[in-house]
């Protein structure tokens, strides 16, 4: 089982900056990749950006270059770097965890935190 805590989430004006943070605990070494996703209302949820352990990265085709996902191996967190928000980014952000044997992969969600793109 693995515990995901978002936090970082907030009101910010267009062309500003966000960080998120995940935090992982329980069985984290099982974890093969962490990431984020995003929900707006009455949208369905998007891939924004995920890092595999071996270094794979992907990107939302949205994202173009605004945001960058790393990953604290030492502090089991994945972190999002939101650079030029726009209002469309506006959404619920989640953290993401996939975890176990390629037979039996589990996905693990946190609770979301709130974006807020406005003047």
């Known amino acids: 089982q693995v515990h995901l805590v978002e936090s970082g989430g907030g009101s910010v004006q267009p062309g500003g900056s966000l960080r998120l943070s995940c935090a992982a605990s329980?069985?984290?070494?099982?974890?093969?990749?962490m990431g984020w996703y995003r929900q707006a209302p009455g949208k369905q949820r998007e891939l924004v950006a995920t890092?595999?352990?071996?270094?794979?990265?992907r990107y939302g085709d949205f994202v173009m270059g605004r945001f960058t996902i790393s990953r604290d191996s030492t502090r089991n967190t994945a972190d999002l770097q939101m650079n030029n928000l726009k209002p469309e980014d506006t959404a619920v952000y989640y953290c993401?965890?996939?975890?176990?044997?390629?037979?039996?992969?589990?996905?693990?969600w946190g609770q979301g935190t709130q974006v807020t793109v406005s003047s």
């Open positions: 890092l595999h352990n071996m270094g794979a990265e």
């Open positions: 993401n965890a996939e975890a176990g044997p390629l037979i039996d992969r589990k996905t693990y």
């Open positions: 329980g069985s984290v070494p099982s974890i093969n990749s």
